[in-house]
Structure formats: C-alpha cells, structure tokens
C-alpha cells in the first residue's frame, strides 16, 4: 500500500480490480478547491489506456513487479516458450499477452518479461529488431527519388512498408511499438 504521492510514471497499480501501468502522474492544485492526483494509465491485461482522479492523500494498492531478460526459443501451439538467461527456466507465455509485437518476434530474440509472483503481465521487445525481407515486388531503376512505399513480407510473416530500393533478401530495421521501417541494415 501506497498513497497518491508516491505515483510515478512506470509504477504498476491495482485499479478497480486490474493491474495498470502508471504512464504520467500530475499534482494539481486548483484555485479553492483540493488538490489531486490526475493520472494516466494502461490497462496491461487489455492495453486500454485510463484517465483518473486521485484525492490527494488517498491510499493506493501498488503491485510489486520484476522485470527479467529472456530468450525467445519457439512456439508451442498458442504459447510461446521463452528461457531465463541466468537460469535457464523455460517460461511458456500466451501469444495474446504480446499483441501486435508477436510480428516482429524471432526465435533467439532477447526480451524483458514482467512478473506479478508468477504471473506474466508483459513482454518487452526490444525498441527495433532488423528483419530479413522474404517477398517484395522488385522496384524499377530509377524509381529511388520519391518517397513510394511497397509492401514487403518479412521472416517473421509480417507485412511492412518499405521503400522502392528494397529488394528480396535485404535486411531492413523495423519499430516493434508502430511496425515502421527505419532503414536498410548493412550486412
């Protein structure tokens, strides 16, 4: 247990039954009226982001969260198996926990997973992975000048956007949080 003065962006909170992960966290005092605490989170069971207010003062259930590196190993029907660098554990993880970052999740891949007891309430990819592309239409020659996109499948299965120059077999950097190509990796 906590109180309203110890929210800080990153802290995990029981709210209304649901673990949520506090994003930003504002004193405000207001003209006459008593101070609060508005606060914004993400719900991390279904990534819906919240808005609160908090009476300054007002006693808060905090959630104690580890964080630990793990290796991405391979996919078990709907679970993904990962392994604890240091003590070589294997941790099966459901695929919906990861969303959208499953797209860009390769086999020895490194991530940090987040645990309530034993509970996993995250994973954490890294903010860019660099991909091989497996299939793309090829570009034409002198087709570099302007800023077209083409979509492009990577080894992962996933569709990204990438530019005219990028060929089939390129190895390209992608964001893992908006799945944007940034740029063409050199080998």
Same mark, same amino acid.
């Given at each position: 247990?906590?109180?309203?003065?110890?929210?800080?962006?990153g802290?995990?909170?029981?709210?209304?039954?649901?673990?949520?992960?506090?994003?930003?966290?504002e004193? /405000?005092?207001p003209?006459?009226?008593?101070a609060f605490?508005?606060?914004k989170?993400?719900?991390? /069971?279904?990534?819906?982001?919240l808005?609160? /207010?908090?009476?300054?003062g007002? @006693?808060i259930d905090?959630? /104690?969260?580890?964080?630990?590196?793990?290796?991405y190993?391979?996919?078990?029907?709907?679970?993904l198996?990962?392994?604890n660098?240091d003590?070589?554990?294997?941790?099966p993880?459901?695929?919906?926990?990861?969303g959208?970052?499953?797209n860009? =999740?390769?086999?020895?891949?490194q991530v940090?997973?987040?645990?309530?007891d034993? @509970?996993?309430?995250?994973?954490?990819?890294?903010?860019?992975?660099?991909?091989?592309?497996?299939h793309t239409?090829p570009?034409?020659?002198?087709?570099t000048? @302007?800023n077209?996109?083409?979509?492009?499948?990577?080894?992962t299965?996933a569709?990204v956007?990438?530019?005219?120059?990028v060929n089939?077999g390129d =190895?390209i950097?992608?964001?893992?949080?908006t799945?944007?190509?940034?740029?063409?990796?050199?080998?």
């Open positions: 247990m906590g109180t309203t003065s110890d929210l800080r962006p802290a995990v909170i029981k709210f209304n039954g649901e673990n949520c992960l506090v994003l930003e966290s004193h /405000r005092t003209g006459n009226l008593r605490y508005q606060v989170m993400r719900n991390l /069971r279904t990534g819906k982001l808005e609160n /207010r908090f009476r300054s007002e @006693t905090f959630v /104690r969260v580890e964080k630990h590196d793990y290796q190993l391979y996919r078990e029907g709907d679970n198996i990962f392994m660098n003590t070589y554990e294997q941790v993880v459901g695929a919906d926990i990861l959208d970052a499953i860009y =999740l390769k086999e020895n891949q940090q997973i987040a645990f309530e034993t @509970t996993v309430l995250s994973v954490e990819l890294p903010p860019t992975v660099n991909l091989r592309v497996t239409e570009g034409l020659k002198g087709d000048a @302007t077209v996109l083409k979509p492009a499948t990577v080894e299965g569709q956007s990438v530019p005219l120059f089939e =190895l950097k992608v964001d893992t949080r799945g944007e190509y940034l740029e063409r990796v050199k080998e």
